[in-house]
């Protein structure tokens, strides 16, 4: 098991964003949350990545309890967030921004390699490398967002809406991609819109309303449930 989450409650002064959310994401899994807007699950990831502190509840990564832990020390751990709306540092080069992601690392020697493998991933990054990342298309941004996140190394990468944005083709790709990733031996959860891919490629899913957690299975049942079905696949 690599992520326990138990009674987790965030609150945002009177508003009670989560509540009592349970669920687990095990190692090699790609567990995607899904729900409408509003339902709580970019909350939850940053309250994984220690950028807000929860009212209640226990975070535990590989055996270790994070609840109170720092989001520095967080992705020291191994756990990395590509929050939604692809943050790229704006005025700084393709290839700067790859090197912001490693800034935590100790072993310089190994992280020009990194790069490049980031730039056998995403081939277009490679040729825009010297660019400003502000002037890459959104489809760009998000692959340098998820190749700057890949930099530190994640044992369990947190994906926060993805494909938001995107045109359908990059939409295939960033969800080829995130399979790829698995495949390499990182865990990844992902919070996505896109009920149908996110589920598509999920190991197992939780569905989110209003805080708390009302259904899961693997993916293949919810993308077969009636509920979800209705409520966020137009069925």
């Known amino acids: 098991l690599m992520l326990r989450v138990e009674n987790l409650a965030v609150n945002y002064g009177m508003i009670n964003a989560v509540r009592g959310v ?7 899994e790609i567990v995607s949350l899904i729900g409408a807007n509003g339902a709580g699950k970019s909350t939850i990831l ?49 290839r700067e921004n790859l090197e912001m992601g490693a800034f935590l690392r100790k072993d310089r020697a190994n992280i020009e390699a990194d790069i490049q493998a980031v730039y056998d991933r995403f081939p277009v990054l490679g040729e825009r ?7 890459l298309s959104g489809g760009e941004q998000q692959m340098l ?10 044992k369990l990468l947190l994906l926060d809406e993805p494909s938001m944005g995107l045109a359908p083709i990059f939409i295939q790709e960033i969800f080829n991609i995130i399979q790829q990733i698995q495949a390499q031996g990182t ?25 708390k957690i009302v259904l899961s299975g693997t993916g293949q049942e919810l993308l077969e449930s009636d509920a979800v079905q209705k409520a966020y696949l137009g069925g």
């Open 22 to 28: 349970n669920f687990e994401v095990n190692k090699g």
């Open 46 to 94: 940053r309250t994984i990545s220690g950028l807000i502190k929860p009212a209640s509840g226990t975070l535990t990564y590989e055996g270790q309890n994070i609840t109170k832990t720092n989001a520095q020390k967080i992705v020291q751990l191994g756990i990395s967030h590509v929050p939604e709306g692809r943050h790229v540092f704006k005025g700084l080069s393709v």
């Open 129 to 135: 490398q010297k660019q400003d990342a502000s002037t």
């Open 145 to 154: 967002a998820m190749g700057r996140a890949l930099m530190s190394k994640p």
């Open 187 to 211: 865990t990844v959860l992902l919070i996505e819109q896109n009920a149908k891919m996110a589920l598509s490629i999920a190991s197992r899913g939780y569905v989110l309303e209003t805080g």
